[in-house]
């Protein structure tokens, strides 16, 4: 069991100054805590023939469905719980990462010729798990839509409690989406099974965090990069992120790491393939804020990088992405040569007001 509730755990990271007291997100902790405890002290799955037969397990408290605006503290609440529960059979993962992980599963299965694939998926998730937290859940891609009902019906079935966080409310999941006439009785079943909860906070605490804080760096060196590290783990509280696959045009972008909203790569990795303006705005998209590392000094014989780095900025700018970035020199030095070189002070200027302290998405 946990020495401490969460409520007095959250305290005590407001009296040590790592969090700002903020109501909405301490109305969340009780439900948090109900959960916690439950999950503490039942022993939901009883071992054994005996207890098997004679003893149903408990059914499961709903679990919580946590949607809010962005920077409100969704992901720190979900991992100050997932954390803080004292069990083994645990897992925090990025919905995305999960779905992928679920499509991969049904891959292998279909090819030993079972019936439904998902089933055996489901159960192989949900053995030995007792709790799935999932940040960031949206349903953007039509073969999630299609099997995330029945996944969650039967990890719920099979006495998984679910903690989720969204940007949107159930009712806006997969809006205008592909045959949505199909989803929307997962929407009804999540009213169902789930608590929803609305953090109404009026801070967006990503937002301050990086207010005047510098977010171009050059040259780009290690005290650049040590810099960049820390952001990373300031925003996305540590971890290793994971890959995320973006669909576009019917072609596969991955994302190598990304976590919390946040997606880090490097020049090379962005510029130095031949991806185009739909791809950035893919990226665009998907992400609230981009580190992008290593910018190189572009000559005449960069012309392509060049052209795409051009895009890539228009794109965030479009959309309002943060932009974190190490570059070999300031933004007008990057490209002086070379055929759009004259173009580029477009970029550069870009680059310069995308580092203002109230540059960002909403
Ligand atoms: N009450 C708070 N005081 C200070 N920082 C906070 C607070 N709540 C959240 N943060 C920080 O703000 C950033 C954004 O929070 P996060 O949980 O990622 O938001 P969301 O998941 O809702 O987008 C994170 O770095 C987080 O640690
Ligand atoms: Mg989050």
């Known amino acids: ?109 279909r090819k030993t010729g079972v019936d439904d694939a998902l089933a055996p998926v489901a159960a192989a998730v949900a053995k030995d798990l007792r709790l799935l937290a999932f940040d960031e859940m949206q349903i953007t891609d039509i073969t999630d839509a299609m099997i995330v009902g029945r996944l969650f019906q039967m990890l719920m079935d099979a006495g998984v409690v679910i903690v989720t966080t969204s940007n949107r409310p159930p009712e806006d999941l997969y809006k205008n989406g592909l045959n949505r006439a199909l989803f929307l009785p997962f929407i009804d079943f999540l009213k169902q099974r789930m608590e929803i909860h609305h953090l109404e ?18 040259p780009a060196d290690a005290a650049a990069g040590a810099a960049i590290a820390t952001m990373w783990d300031d925003l996305t509280g540590g971890g290793k992120g994971a890959p995320v696959k973006l669909v576009v045009n019917g072609r596969d972008l991955v994302l190598e790491q990304v976590q919390n909203g946040v997606a880090r790569a490097s020049f090379w990795d962005l510029c130095g393939r031949p991806n185009g303006a739909a791809d950035f705005l893919a990226i665009a998209e998907a992400v609230r804020v981009l580190i992008l590392e290593n910018i190189p000094r572009l000559s005449a014989a960069n012309y392509n990088e060049a052209k795409r780095f051009v895009t890539l900025v228009d794109a965030l700018y479009e959309a309002k992405v943060r932009l974190i970035a190490s570059a070999a020199d300031i933004p007008e030095r990057l490209y002086m040569e070379g055929t759009g070189a004259f173009e580029f002070e477009r970029t550069a200027s870009r680059l310069r007001e995308m580092q203002g302290a109230d540059w960002g998405k909403e």
């Open 201 to 218: 906070s009026p801070n967006d605490y990503r937002q301050h965090r990086l207010e005047g804080a510098q977010v171009y760096f050059s």
């Open 1 to 109: 069991m946990g020495m401490s509730t969460l409520p007095q755990i959250y305290d005590a990271r407001v009296a040590d100054g790592t969090l700002r007291p903020d109501p909405a997100q301490h109305a969340v902790l009780p439900r948090l805590e109900d959960l916690r405890h439950w999950l503490e002290t039942t022993d939901a799955r009883p071992k054994g023939l005996l207890g098997g037969l004679f003893r149903k397990p408990p059914a499961p408290p709903k679990g919580l469905y946590l949607w809010g605006g962005v920077g409100r503290g969704k992901s720190m609440l979900m991992d100050l719980f997932t954390k803080n529960t004292a069990i083994t059979a645990k897992r925090r993962v990025h919905f995305h990462a999960f779905m992928q992980e679920i499509h991969h599963g049904m891959h292998a299965a």
